[in-house]
């Protein structure tokens, strides 16, 4: 019988941060196909969290491989501040002549605006909100661990980490056509706060 684990993320688990970023990309679904450059999505939504505040991440491995993640960030205005001074100008530089020949789809495209959109001068409703729902967090697990109670287990390890840290309130993003995760963040005790062009923001007490 396969054994699966948690436990606290390593900077080894860099690649696999990005892999199964890219393979659950897509709404939930493997996002391989829509990408020429196979690190862009996981350059913003999961490896920065690695660096910034690696206590909260945690990984979900079977029999010793990494397949399934939960990154948080306690303070997201720090958070986003960090990666406007430190992890986008690399990003913003790299990405600024990508060849559009190279761009192989809109969400591709849209990936790659994310580097340019100024994260910091958050405006006075965005700061009341931070107050309330400090942290944030993205979860990922592969096909392969999905359904056996490890996303769970994940949230649960994430917000015991959180309650460490004196931090009570958490949000998260998630696309409008992702009803999978959106009904698993309801389990976890999630609600939705407001809805966004892209999808749903949702925010939970700990
Ligand atoms: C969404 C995701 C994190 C859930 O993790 P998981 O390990 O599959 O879920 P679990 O087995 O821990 O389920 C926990 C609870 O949520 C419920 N749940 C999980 N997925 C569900 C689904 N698709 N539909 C309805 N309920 C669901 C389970 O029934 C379970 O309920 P219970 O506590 O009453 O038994 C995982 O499936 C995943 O990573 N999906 C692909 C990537 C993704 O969509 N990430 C979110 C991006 S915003």
Redesign the pocket.
């Known amino acids: 019988m396969a054994a699966i684990a948690i436990r606290g993320a390593e900077f080894s688990d860099l690649p696999y941060f990005y892999e199964i970023c890219l393979k659950?990309g897509g709404?939930?679904n493997d996002a391989s196909s829509l990408f020429y450059d196979p690190y862009i999505i996981g350059q913003y939504y999961a490896a920065p969290y690695l660096f910034f505040e690696r206590d909260l991440c945690f990984v979900a491995e079977m029999d010793g491989v990494p397949q399934?993640y939960v990154a948080g960030a306690s303070d997201t205005s720090a958070f986003n501040r960090w990666l406007e001074s430190e992890w986008l100008p690399p990003l913003r530089r790299r990405y600024q002549n990508y060849a559009h020949e190279k761009i192989k789809t809109d969400v591709e495209k849209n990936s790659v605006a994310l580097f340019y959109k100024k994260l910091d001068p958050a405006g006075e409703a965005e700061r009341s909100f931070y107050k309330t729902y400090p942290a944030h967090l993205?979860?990922?697990?592969l096909p392969s661990?999905?359904?056996?109670?490890?996303?769970?287990?994940l949230i649960k390890t994430l917000f015991a980490a959180l309650v460490q840290k004196n931090v009570h309130g958490v949000h998260?993003?998630?696309?409008r056509t992702?009803?999978?995760?959106i009904?698993?963040y309801r389990?976890?005790g999630f609600a939705s706060l407001k809805e966004e062009k892209w999808g749903l923001v949702m925010g939970a007490y700990i």
Not at 145 to 153: E, H, N, R, T
Not at 178 to 181: H, L
Request: charged share 15%; net charge positive; no cysteine.
């Open positions: 659950t709404a939930g399934g993205h979860i990922d697990l661990l999905q359904g056996k109670g490890q996303g769970k287990a998260l993003g998630v696309s992702n009803a999978g995760a009904a698993f389990k976890m």
